[in-house]
């Protein structure tokens, strides 16, 4: 019951910063949590946050460059990337589970934007 659309992927060069952002419509997007994800073609989770937004949780890969947060009113995620490296080059997804926490099982997920990060 949720549809998820991200927005704000580009071509970026190493260094440099880009604000994704994950818009929800449906009902009880403040009891989902929500994460992101990349594809590059390998999967990895990159960032999760509780349905709150009182706690997150990071792949090592991205610790301390990335920061994931949502804003409840406005039914949207977003994941602050700094610092970038041609490694980060990948699409990006966001996704919301009906656990609220960090979730192993995720029951929505967006179409997909790209990332490119030039060195």
């Known amino acids: 019951q949720l549809h998820l659309v991200e927005s704000g992927g580009g071509l970026v060069q190493a260094g440099g910063s880009l604000r994704l952002s994950c818009a929800a419509s449906?009902?009880?997007?403040?009891?989902?949590?929500m994460a992101w994800f990349r594809r590059s073609p390998g999967e990895e989770r990159v960032a999760a946050i509780t349905?709150?937004?009182?706690?997150?949780r990071y792949a090592d890969s991205v610790t301390g460059r990335f920061t994931i947060s949502r804003d409840n009113a406005k039914n949207t995620l977003y994941l602050q990337m700094n610092s970038l490296k041609p490694e980060d080059t990948a699409v990006y997804y966001c996704?919301?589970?009906?656990?609220?926490?960090?979730?192993?099982?995720?029951?929505?997920w967006g179409q997909g934007t790209q990332v490119t990060v030039s060195s």
């Open positions: 349905r709150s937004g009182d706690s997150t």
């Open positions: 449906g009902r009880f997007f403040d009891t989902y949590g």
């Open positions: 996704a919301a589970s009906a656990y609220g926490g960090f979730a192993s099982k995720y029951d929505y």
